[in-house]
């Protein structure tokens, strides 16, 4: 399927202004990338370590690429040189090696933390007690630097169900926030709607734009 062009400059057009678009490019070739750069699209999600590697190399050098998914300590050193936005740090562990690895490149990575609000036991992320310990960590580590939170919804057709969580979640970043966040990461395809009304300031959407994939 190809990309939805219509669709983007329809969402574009329609987001409140403190609300970013990160493009979920994941699985998604080259060409579908470029075909929403080309429209002015800058911010794109990737969940894999290696694909991001491949994609940032043969792409516009000027796109910010997000990492969006579940990563894994020792792949840090692989995104550190380049990626403009870790979200979903879901551990300690993993902040104190980006950290390390921005450390040694001399960069300061900006960062989200994760918060776990699903149900799914599936789903990645830290309580309410661990995230302050983070934040509060972080604040003597010179190589990450705090923009915010980050979280996903159950998968539910409920939706006073993605309610509470996306509200959950935005409680949360009121009372960690402290005026040093700029960034609070809810909300995809399928309930991103849902999470602007709740707070969302960053909005990352996939299949809407790219097609559903395999
Ligand atoms: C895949 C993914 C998305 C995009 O999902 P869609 O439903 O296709 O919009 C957003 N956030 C994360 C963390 C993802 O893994």
């Not at 159950?154 to 966040?181: C, I, M, P, W």
């Not at 849902?194 to 960053?202: D, E, V």
Request: charged share 20%; hydrophobic share 40%.
């Amino acid at each position: 399927m190809a990309v939805n062009t219509e669709f983007y400059q329809s969402l574009v057009a329609q987001l409140p202004p403190e609300v970013q678009l990160v493009a979920v490019s994941k699985t998604k070739p080259n060409n579908d990338i470029q075909a929403l750069y080309d429209l002015g699209q800058r911010d794109f999600g990737e969940n894999y370590v290696q694909e991001l590697v491949d994609k940032s190399a043969q792409l516009p050098q000027d796109i910010r690429w997000h990492f969006i998914g579940h990563l894994q300590s020792n792949k840090v050193k692989y995104l550190a040189p380049f990626v403009h936005l870790i979200q979903g740090v879901d551990s300690l562990k993993l902040l104190l090696e980006i950290n390390k690895q921005a450390n040694k490149l001399g960069r300061v990575i900006p960062v989200l933390l994760q918060m776990h609000i699903a149900q799914e036991e599936s789903k990645f992320g830290m309580d309410a007690a661990e995230l302050e310990q983070a934040v509060e960590a972080a604040q003597n580590l010179s190589g990450v630097r705090v923009d915010g939170l980050m979280g996903m919804a159950s998968f539910t057709h409920n939706l006073d169900q993605v309610k509470e969580e996306f509200t959950r979640l935005k409680y949360q970043y009121d009372a960690l926030n402290k005026g040093r966040f700029r960034c609070l990461s809810m909300g995809m395809s399928g309930d991103y709607a849902l999470a602007i009304a709740a707070g969302s300031t960053c909005v990352r959407i996939g299949s809407l734009l790219f097609g559903s994939r395999n």
